[in-house]
């Protein structure tokens, strides 16, 4: 199932729109957008890539990574909630069907990353114990914000544009240096599968938006999740790197944040919130794409209160 990475970056180019359909300009300007943006092309990414990464470093990332890969489908089980139509929901829940397990065995992709750690020599459990990155707890309030108090468009945007067609591209660049790395085709899995399912998913998002945002404030909306998700990406990169290449330059100077918690911190932060949301949501419309619930952001812990 592995990809090259030249095969799966020109697959992706050529599937980023409906068979047959020209891409409108807008979508066509922030593709490239997106596939110039420095989360796509991140040092840590080009680290993990150059055939010189151990298992130790690929562990090191995979521990903070697996902190976000649990969280996707909360965000598009978000928008689902808040689609004002039955059309608009058709499209999500087929990207959650693949995300629940569809295409892998029946394993949703929390468990194929977790065969990945397992192989990276991660003990059964310790995924719960890791300490994880400020910007792991950024991350998730940044999106939970994005799918429960912005403008839907702007949460497909973030998840469309911000992680189906980026998501394709940064993962292709991995798994050379897995390969090199002596991770089997099964261990790597999570990452060659979303390298082929994102794609699709990035087709079905293309025809969607091209579909509901036709006016140029509408297309703004989209652009803006899709800028804010990428910079949420990029200096999550940029903790993560710190976490594999803790002695690299480039953190010169620079004062590394102390970690918030650990993942059941940020679960349960993040569900408190998610669930106020839900419960606050107002009542949804056909007439708007852009309806609001009242999620509090999940915002990391101070430093100064003890660790649950």
Request: net charge positive; proline share 6%.
């Amino acid at each position: 199932m592995h990809s090259s990475t030249a095969a799966a970056t020109a697959t992706s180019t050529s599937r980023s729109a409906p068979a047959g359909a020209p891409l409108p300009d807008w979508l066509a300007r922030l593709r490239h957008e997106v596939e110039a943006h420095r989360a796509v092309h991140h040092p840590l990414l080009q680290r993990l890539s150059d055939g010189h990464a151990s298992r130790a470093d690929f562990l090191a990332f995979g521990r903070q990574h697996f902190a976000l890969v649990g969280f996707f489908t909360k965000y598009m089980e978000a928008l689902l909630f808040r689609a004002p139509t039955s059309a608009d929901k058709l499209w999500l829940a087929k990207v959650l069907v693949n995300e629940y397990g569809e295409g892998s065995d029946g394993l949703d992709h929390a468990q194929l990353y977790l065969q990945f750690l397992a192989a990276a020599g991660l003990p059964p459990g310790d995924e719960r114990s890791t300490a994880l990155c400020a910007e792991a707890f950024a991350f998730v309030g940044d999106h939970l914000r994005i799918c429960c108090e912005e403008p839907l468009l702007v949460g497909l945007g973030a998840l469309g544009p911000g992680h189906e067609w980026a998501i394709p591209s940064m993962f292709a660049r991995l798994l050379p240096g897995l390969r090199a790395a002596g991770f089997s085709e099964r261990e790597s899995l999570y990452f060659s599968l979303h390298c082929e399912q994102d794609l699709d998913h990035g087709a079905w998002m293309t025809e969607v938006l091209a579909k509901e945002a036709t006016t140029l404030e509408q297309q703004e909306l989209v652009r803006r999740g899709a800028r804010r998700s990428l910079a949420a990406r990029e200096r999550f990169w940029d903790g993560v790197l710190r976490e594999v290449a803790p002695d690299d330059r480039r953190h010169a100077g620079r004062h590394a944040p102390a970690s918030p918690g650990q993942l059941g911190d940020l679960r349960a932060r993040a569900m408190l919130r998610v669930s106020a949301g839900s419960r606050a949501a107002p009542r949804r419309t056909a007439a708007t794409l852009a309806p609001r619930c009242r999620a509090s952001p999940i915002r990391a812990p101070s430093t100064s209160r003890s660790r649950r």
